[in-house]
C-alpha cells in the first residue's frame, strides 16, 4: 500500500513537471494553436453609440442595461478576456463626476443624470464573468461636430466646481472639434483628474488611452495654440517639440499618480500605428502619416522610459499595404519592446472587413484579420490583440467571429507582468 501511494505521488510530481515545462496545446483544423496566457481583448465604444448604448435606449435604462450584460456575454462566450470600455469619449462621462457632464450618449442630453452608474453596472458584469476591465478615456477631445456644438451650454453643463467651468479658455475649435489644450499645465492637471477620480472610486483592472492627444492635421487649418506656447514654450526649440513634451509630461505624470492610488492598476495607450517613417531616424520603413510629427506623440519614448505598462499600436492596414504593410508594422514594434517592462498587443481593423469600396480589396478577403493574428502570434514578444470594435465582431463580419474560435478554444488568462502583478 504504502509502495502504491509511493508510485502515484511520483507519477503525480512527474506529470506537474511536464505541463509546467510543456504548455497544454490544442490542434484546431490543422493548426497547433497555444492557450498559454494571453491578451483577447475588444473595444466597446460609447462615443456616437457605436457599440453601446443604442440611441433608440435613451429613455429606456431596462434595455440599456440588458443590452451590456448581452455584450458581456458574448466577450465571455467567445473566450475573450479583457474589455476596453469607454467611459469618457468627448469631454463627458459615464459616471458621476465632479469633473465632467454626464455623456449625451446615455440619454441624448448631455449633463442628464441616466438614473445608474453605467461604469459600477459595466465593471460589475464584467468582473462577474472574470473579464478584465480597462476604463477607457479620450482626457482632450471635447467634441466632434462644431455645427451642433454651444461652448458656453457646455460650460453650464459641468459640475459645480469642476475647474474647466471657470477656464473656458482652455477649450481650443479646430475645424469641426473642440479640444482641451494639452500645452496648459492646469488643464493637463484637470484631465489627469478626470481619470483618477476613476481609479480612486473604481475596483478597475486598467486605464487606457487610444491616439487623441493633438487632433489629427486638417489642410490648411492651424491648431490655435500660438498663444499657449507663448507663455509655456519659451525654452523649447521649436513648437514640435513643445508639444511632445506636454503628451510625455502628460504620460509621465498619469502613470506616477496612477500607481501612487492603486499600484496594481495597469496602465495602456493605443497609439497611431506608425511612431515615425524612416529607419535613419529609428523608424519603421513605411511612408504613412507620422504620429511623431503629425500628431505630436512619441510613443516610441512611452516604451523606452517604461511609462506604460502595455501598449496597444493601431496596425489597421493589410499586408499588401504600399505605404505600412501590416507585417512590417508588426516587427517594427516587436523590436521596441524587446527587452522592456512593457507588453505588445496588436490592434486590428474589424471594422474595415468586407467594405472593400472604403478600404480595398485585401478588406474582402475573410482570412486577412486572421491572417494578421496568426503572424502576430508567431512573435514572440506579442502577447495579444484587441478588436475594433465589439459591434463589428457581433455583426461576424466575414465570418471573423467564427474564425477566431479557432484561436480561443478555450478560456486563457492574462499574461502576468513580473514587474507589476502581485
Known amino acids: 500500500m504504502k509502495k502504491r501511494l509511493i508510485t502515484k505521488i511520483s507519477l503525480f510530481i512527474v506529470f506537474v513537471v511536464f505541463i509546467t515545462i510543456f504548455p497544454r496545446k490544442s490542434i484546431v483544423h490543422g493548426m497547433e494553436e497555444s492557450t498559454d496566457a494571453e491578451v483577447r481583448a475588444v473595444w466597446m465604444t460609447t462615443v456616437h453609440n457605436i457599440d453601446w448604448p443604442s440611441n433608440k435606449h435613451y429613455k429606456n435604462i431596462k434595455a440599456q442595461k440588458s443590452t451590456l450584460v448581452e455584450n458581456m456575454k458574448f466577450i465571455q462566450e467567445n473566450n475573450m478576456n479583457t474589455v476596453f470600455f469607454q467611459v469618457r469619449g468627448m469631454g463627458d462621462a459615464l459616471f458621476p463626476s465632479s469633473y465632467a457632464p454626464w455623456s449625451k450618449y446615455l440619454t441624448g442630453t448631455l449633463g442628464k443624470n441616466p438614473g445608474y452608474d453605467p461604469l459600477k453596472f459595466a465593471l460589475d458584469e464584467a468582473h462577474r464573468r472574470n473579464l478584465e476591465f480597462h476604463a477607457w478615456f479620450n482626457p482632450f477631445r471635447i467634441d466632434s461636430n462644431a455645427k451642433y456644438f454651444n461652448k458656453q451650454n457646455y460650460i453650464n453643463s459641468l459640475p459645480k466646481g469642476s475647474p474647466l467651468k471657470n477656464n473656458p479658455n482652455w477649450i481650443i475649435k479646430y475645424g469641426n472639434y473642440h479640444w482641451l489644450d494639452i500645452g496648459v499645465p492646469q488643464a493637463r492637471n484637470y484631465a489627469i483628474n478626470t481619470i483618477l477620480e476613476v481609479v480612486k472610486n473604481y475596483d478597475i483592472d486598467g486605464v487606457h488611452i487610444d491616439d487623441y492627444f493633438y487632433p489629427y492635421p486638417e489642410k490648411g487649418i492651424v491648431f490655435q495654440d500660438s498663444h499657449t506656447y507663448a507663455q ?18 502628460f504620460i509621465k505624470e498619469l502613470n506616477n499618480r496612477i500607481k501612487e492610488i492603486k499600484p496594481h492598476v495597469k496602465f495602456g495607450i493605443s497609439p497611431f500605428g506608425i511612431w515615425r517613417n524612416g529607419t535613419s531616424f529609428g523608424g519603421s520603413p513605411t511612408t504613412g502619416l507620422s504620429s511623431y510629427d503629425a500628431i505630436y506623440t512619441d510613443s516610441k519614448k512611452w516604451i523606452d522610459e517604461e511609462w506604460i505598462d502595455y501598449i496597444v499600436p493601431q496596425i489597421y492596414w493589410e499586408f499588401q499595404n504600399k505605404h ?32 472593400v469600396k472604403s478600404y480595398g480589396q485585401a478588406w474582402g478577403k475573410r482570412d486577412e484579420i486572421i491572417n494578421q493574428v496568426k503572424y502576430a502570434r ?23 467571429k467564427n ?15 513580473h514587474w507589476h502583478d502581485k
Open 232 to 249: 509655456y514654450g519659451k525654452e523649447y526649440s521649436s513648437i514640435a517639440d513643445w508639444r511632445r513634451d506636454n503628451v510625455n509630461k
Open 378 to 400: 508567431s512573435n514572440k514578444n506579442v502577447k495579444g490583440e484587441s478588436f475594433f470594435s465589439l459591434r463589428d465582431l457581433k455583426a461576424n463580419k466575414l465570418g471573423i
Open 324 to 355: 505600412s504593410p501590416y507585417a512590417t508594422l508588426v516587427d517594427w514594434w516587436s523590436k521596441q519592446v524587446e527587452d522592456k517592462n512593457v507588453h505588445l498587443y496588436i490592434g486590428h481593423a474589424a471594422y474595415k472587413l468586407g467594405d
Open 403 to 417: 474564425m477566431l474560435k479557432t484561436f480561443y478554444p478555450t478560456k486563457v488568462k492574462t499574461p502576468q507582468m
